[in-house]
């Protein structure tokens, strides 16, 4: 271990280790980097289950997609159980196009593992038994970090929390959770038989008079069951104390037959017991979201260590993939000297909106879930009338959370307001309507013209042009090796014939300029064929880019 580095990340879960592959992509220096944890290996346990298509996309980045959909079961359907029956099965549609056929059930360990290997192919590492005590802040981080039981004094430019809802950062920056907490639950990974009306490919919602409950398969024949529970239930595993939230805790462990007994109570009352018990874990549903994502200059929380979400929404693990891999492309751009600093505040502002959305999604299905237990006591022609009704959509909410990622809008993008001026006087040439609108989720996977020439994995930002003529599509395609020689942060470049009308109809666009951001969001969307236009935007954020003039016109 060195004394000094560009970033430190603590917590080399999925969040971490997102981020810093992110980083090692777009060619930071392994060298530059300190992966930490403070437990000594990697361990073999889960928490999570689903894979989002969004989440899918972003692995592929790193050649990961293909060995999770190895590793995991496609969950294709939903299905609601009440009282030992079937009352409503529904197929999981795909909320948008995606080259990935479905939502993947696997384990959290192994997507970590996938992760870890790639860090480690690019020449990273991370260091085990190893935490940060404390640090002091600055334009240089000084940080106490603990390795081998030993205190080393470690510079940093770039700190980045990522230990989980305990986080040492978190705590040392006095930030703390805003939200709500929700019921007790249980958790068990298992082997072992099927339940009752249950298959590897479908997420089970139960709902009864004792509670909700959800089943699914997982790899290698395995099974993931969570169960809300009272407090009567489980009372003799909790604290004698309240936490500083005021709530009993789970402080003793629940032997495999007492778990057994509540799947039999809850699911399934034929359970015949575990084959094994792989991991199981008692704890209080919290949907929280932190303050603030860190210092506001060079210190950064994601993943757990900023949120924490109900494992209903099947959405923790995703969403601390999405925060690492937003973070990353940004901070990697910083470091290279490609944009300013002031890129760093988007990733607060564009995280924040989207955990606050998740947070609600998933409180609705909360209620909704609660619901299904009340109305089960009223009988099953009562609850199956009421499932055909709305706005009793449990299937629909748990398929509008899947797809967030693909659905969802970023109000702040690169460029806004606050960093430049050039929006007073562009901003009304700026669209908004359309599927591919600024802030939305561009999708090239829809149009085989641009899949082929412009679905490339780089770490760039592409730029897509829409001419209305031969002269000015000619034009177009005679400068666009000006266009990547002058803005080294545009990797790819793509101009659409006029004979894919198809194209111009499905973008909302007449003719114009699409600037697509390295996470595949629409950053501009404009009708103006010029240079000038690109570089206003870019200049935003970019600081090469701030002796161009930007008014010069790349078509006259």
């Known amino acids: 271990m060195k004394h000094e580095y560009r970033v430190v990340v603590s917590g080399a879960g999925v969040a971490g280790l997102t981020f810093t592959a992110e980083l090692l992509r777009q060619g930071i220096d392994p060298n530059d980097i300190l992966l930490i944890d403070n437990q000594p290996s990697k361990r073999k346990f889960t928490k999570a289950s689903v894979l989002h298509l969004r989440v899918q996309e972003i692995l592929s980045c790193y050649d990961l997609t293909e060995k999770m959909q190895a590793y995991g079961n496609w969950i294709t359907s939903a299905s609601i159980i009440s009282n030992g029956s079937v009352l409503n099965t529904n197929h999981l549609q795909l909320p ?28 990273g590492q991370v260091y085990w038994s190893t935490e940060i005590q404390d640090f002091d802040q600055g334009d240089l981080i000084q940080a106490r970090v603990k390795h ?28 703390s959770f805003v939200g709500e907490s929700g019921p007790l639950a249980v958790a068990v990974h298992f082997k072992g038989d099927k339940l009752k009306h249950t298959d590897e490919n479908t997420l089970n919602i139960y709902g009864n008079s004792t509670g909700v409950a959800l089943s699914m398969g997982m790899p290698n024949g395995n099974w993931m069951v969570g169960m809300d529970v009272s407090t009567a239930e489980v009372e003799e595993y909790l604290s ?87 973070l990353g492309w940004k901070l990697a751009m910083v470091l290279q000297k490609l944009a300013l600093p002031v890129i760093l505040d988007t990733f607060e502002q564009e995280r924040r909106d989207a955990t606050q959305a998740l947070l609600q999604v998933t409180k609705q299905i909360d209620q909704l879930t609660t619901s299904l237990t009340t109305m089960s006591l009223f009988g099953k022609s009562v609850l199956s009338t009421m499932l055909k009704l709305p706005p009793f959509t449990i299937l629909q909410e748990y398929q509008r959370l899947f797809g967030h990622g693909f659905s969802l809008t970023y109000k702040s993008l690169l460029s806004c307001d606050t960093y430049s001026t050039f929006l007073t006087s562009a901003y009304e040439k700026v669209y908004f309507d359309g599927q591919y609108g600024v802030g939305q989720r561009f999708n090239p996977c829809t149009l085989d013209f641009i899949k082929e020439r412009f679905l490339t994995e780089t770490s760039g930002f592409k730029v897509v042009y829409f001419a209305d003529s031969i002269d000015t599509l000619e034009y177009a395609q005679r400068n666009t090796e000006y266009l990547l020689n002058k803005i080294k942060q545009v990797t790819d470049v793509v101009v659409v014939p006029l004979t894919r009308r198809d194209i111009y109809s499905t973008c909302k666009i007449d003719k114009g300029i699409m600037v697509i951001r390295p996470d595949g969001f629409v950053g501009l969307k404009t009708r103006e064929l010029s240079f000038g236009s690109i570089a206003k935007y870019f200049n935003s954020f970019c600081p090469q880019l701030h002796t161009v003039d930007p008014t010069s016109i790349f078509y006259n």
């Open 240 to 326: 004698e104390s309240k936490d500083h939230h005021g709530q009993y805790y789970f402080d003793k462990e629940m032997p495999d037959s007492f778990l057994s007994k509540l799947i039999q109570k809850k699911l399934d009352p034929d359970f015949t017991g575990f084959d094994a018990v792989i991991w199981k874990s008692g704890y209080r549903i919290q949907n929280r979201i932190v303050d603030k994502f860190g210092n506001g200059k060079n210190i950064f929380l994601i993943g757990d260590a900023a949120h924490l979400t109900s494992p209903q929404s099947g959405s923790g693990m995703n969403y601390a993939i999405y925060d690492g891999n937003n």
């Open 96 to 123: 948008l196009y995606s080259k990935h056929k479905g939502y993947i059930g696997t384990e959290q360990w192994l997507v970590e593992q996938t992760l870890l290997d790639y860090i480690t192919s690019k020449g």
């Open 148 to 175: 081998n039981n030993e205190i080393k004094t470690v510079t940093t430019q770039y700190l980045v929390g990522s230990e989980g809802g305990k986080s040492t950062i978190r705590k040392h920056l006095g930030l």
